[in-house]
């Protein structure tokens, strides 16, 4: 059973239209991620939560949001997507310095 | 320079080969550390952590220099099925964060 589960896969988004990508997980991990993964380049760290401590990347774009409710669901929010936005999006947990899970990811095209 | 570096690649080797790939770090706090192996249009899956003793994995043997900051991935016997990107992923410990090195690209001829 998926641990990480990541809604919808396939996201299609207007230009400059507000989009949010879900992420959940059953492991209780305290750790959540958001990556950004462009064709033939390796992951990107956006964002992490450290249960409600939430660290934003120094180039991590205005443009992106997240947030985390609760310990098992957090959210990416992309409130103008421009079309270089364009990439997939992986969620991953981690307990603190032990591996991460990750999601099967997000694929967003910008129309 | 990058916190996690890689081979650049890309590898491609035949059928039944060893192969290496190296990585450094630059963050001397860095605690874990691990490899990942992605395939075309699929998310990043753990291959190995990576112990200060080494650790192997059938054929798959992982290192770990601290002194050196340096891990290493050796394949054995290499696959068809082991062709993909690998990814050398190192966890900085206090500020939890798991930064990936840029991937390796193996491709495995038959």
């Known amino acids: 059973d998926a641990m990480v589960i990541q809604n919808p896969r396939y996201q299609v988004t207007q230009f400059g239209k507000p989009v949010t990508l879900s992420c959940s997980q059953t492991l209780n991990h305290n750790v959540m991620y958001w990556y950004q993964q462009k064709s033939s380049q390796a992951p990107k760290l956006l964002f992490h939560?450290?249960?409600?401590?939430?660290?934003n990347e120094a180039d991590t774009p205005d443009n992106f949001q997240s947030r985390r409710p609760n310990t098992s669901f957090c959210f990416l929010d992309i409130r103008s997507p421009g079309l270089g936005d364009a990439a997939m999006y992986l969620c991953?947990?981690?307990?603190?310095?032990?591996?991460?899970?990750f999601g099967q990811g997000t694929r967003l095209t910008v129309v | 320079r990058k916190e996690v570096e890689q081979d650049p690649g890309p590898f491609n080797v035949p059928e039944g080969a060893t192969v290496a790939f190296n990585c450094t770090y630059s963050?001397?706090?860095?605690?874990?550390f691990f490899w990942y192996r992605q395939d075309c249009r699929k998310e990043p899956k753990l291959l190995m952590s990576v112990y200060s003793s080494g650790n192997e994995d059938g054929r798959f043997t992982a290192q770990l220099n601290r002194a050196s900051q340096y891990i290493s991935l050796l394949i054995r016997d290499s696959k068809l099925s082991d062709s993909a990107t690998y990814l050398c992923v190192v966890n900085s410990g206090s500020a939890r964060q798991l930064t990936f090195g840029s991937g390796t690209q193996l491709t495995v001829l038959p």
């Open positions: 963050n001397s706090a860095s605690q874990s």
């Open positions: 939560y450290y249960d409600k401590d939430f660290n």
């Open positions: 991953a947990t981690s307990k603190v310095d032990t591996e991460a899970f």
